[in-house]
């Protein structure tokens, strides 16, 4: 499996930018697809966004399009999130997962490896 950690999370004010980063290791990493996750208190974790192995197919969820940027480095084995004109609805819980899927997918049951999580508040 590969062992992730995620950080970059912290307090922004709405509009502003964070910048998510979830280090990788163990298994080959430019093998998997990665993902974005969120979690917000009292609901359902939810996809945000992916990228295939080699970072040529991206996949978002509508809430974030054209304001989130999912990339990855596959020499640094780093995945990134880039929120721009982040909402208050953003705030959650931002988890980053590994698929082993050949085909870039969103579905969670098909993420095998999760990190740990970081937070981002988005104050109004």
């Known amino acids: 499996q590969v062992q992730l950690v995620e950080s970059g999370g912290g307090l922004v004010q709405a509009g502003g930018s964070l910048r998510l980063s979830c280090a990788a290791s163990?298994?080959?990493?430019?093998?998997?697809?990665m993902g974005w996750f969120r979690q917000a208190p009292g609901k359902d974790r939810e996809f945000v966004a992916a990228?295939?192995?080699?970072?040529?197919?991206?996949y978002y969820a509508d809430s974030v399009k054209g304001r989130f940027t999912i990339s990855r480095d596959n020499v640094k084995n780093t995945v990134y999130l880039q929120m721009n004109s982040l909402k208050p609805e953003d705030t959650a819980v931002y988890y980053c997962?590994?698929?082993?899927?050949?085909?870039?997918?969103?579905?969670?049951?098909?993420?095998?490896?999760w990190g740990q999580g970081t937070q981002v508040t988005v104050s109004s």
């Open positions: 163990g298994r080959t990493f430019s093998g998997a697809g």
């Open positions: 990228t295939s192995r080699s970072g040529g197919k991206i």
């Open positions: 997962a590994a698929s082993s899927r050949v085909a870039l997918t969103t579905n969670i049951a098909d993420f095998n490896s």
